[in-house]
């Protein structure tokens, strides 16, 4: 299908990005890599009366660790996560995330703050950032506000908490213990499809190898991304062994939303989630332990 018309700015800095939403309100939408923003236009399931392309605003590409954060512009492209030699050593789910979006093309154009942004449920960052408990950060007309990722999506699908007058423009991440470790695994038809269904999982340990903190996120069963909150409860203070990793995975399906379509009936996904769930925790507990 073929877009709708819209008028289309070009924003120069943050500022310009805000005073120019607050001007249009619910009738501009941002424009960043597009990835998420072309599908919705082209299936006119979006019909912005004006795009704000903000891809000039340099400002908003950058990876860099301080504060015990790591702190990602949200115009960082999806390569330049995949390429970084500190996302590679030190944040190794989000090379994992970034590596399976769509192909190196896409992954080119194609930001992280977008890929959060637009609260698709199909979208791989959702339920990375669930597990990791970040953050983002969005900026209005008077103020920045910090966001924690948990109040971020909202119970309607392709919605977040961000304002009409709000950007994203930074999404921050606790920085990893020395006993710490995540993975993301998803299913696909084909390379480079949405997911039939995925699921990212961190964990923290103690010495004396309990698990202090749990994350799992899921993508693509449900109307909005999940945060598995049962099966992340169930981990707590629990060794990271067989069965409380089966335990958490088979809480981890129970907690997924899937609807049957043509990548597959609802239960099909669900048990996916289960076998994916385990996958994750299996090597986000061997990345804890220091192996890959």
Do not use: C
């Not at 019909?47 to 949200?74: C, F």
């Not at 899937?258 to 048990?271: F, I, L, Q, V």
């Amino acid at each position: 299908m073929i877009p709708g018309s819209f008028d289309y700015v070009v924003a120069n800095s943050v500022s310009d990005a805000v005073s120019l939403l607050q001007q249009h309100g619910d009738e501009a939408k941002i424009l960043a890599g597009g990835q998420s923003l072309i599908p919705l236009l082209r299936f006119r399931l979006a019909a912005p009366s004006i795009l704000v392309d903000i891809n000039r605003i340099a400002d908003l590409e950058y990876i860099q660790e301080t504060d015990n954060t790591l702190h990602i512009g949200a115009l960082t492209r999806e390569a330049e996560l995949e390429n970084s030699d500190l996302i590679r050593e030190r944040y190794p789910i989000l090379l994992d995330t970034s590596s399976l979006i769509a192909d190196p093309v896409v992954r080119n154009w194609a930001t992280v703050g977008g890929n959060l942004a637009h609260a698709d449920p199909g979208n791989n960052h959702p339920a990375t950032m669930l597990a990791l408990g970040a953050s983002v950060v969005a900026v209005g007309p008077d103020a920045e506000r910090i966001i924690h990722i948990d109040e971020f999506f909202t119970d309607s699908s392709f919605e977040t908490t961000l304002r009409p007058n709000e950007i994203l423009t930074e999404i921050r991440v606790p920085t990893p213990t020395d006993q710490s470790g995540g993975a993301y695994f998803q299913l696909e038809r084909k390379v480079g499809d949405y997911a039939i269904a995925g699921v990212a999982a961190y964990v923290r340990l103690n010495n004396a190898g309990q698990i202090t903190y749990a994350g799992i996120g899921l993508t693509n069963v449900g109307p909005t991304p999940i945060k598995a909150r049962n099966a992340e409860q169930f981990l707590l203070g629990k060794a990271l062994d067989d069965a409380s990793i089966h335990q958490a995975a088979d809480l981890a399906a129970t907690a997924a939303q899937p609807s049957s379509d043509t990548r597959g009936p609802a239960e099909y996904k669900r048990a996916m989630v289960r076998t994916l769930a385990v996958r994750a925790l299996r090597k986000a507990s061997a990345r804890a332990r220091g192996g890959e």
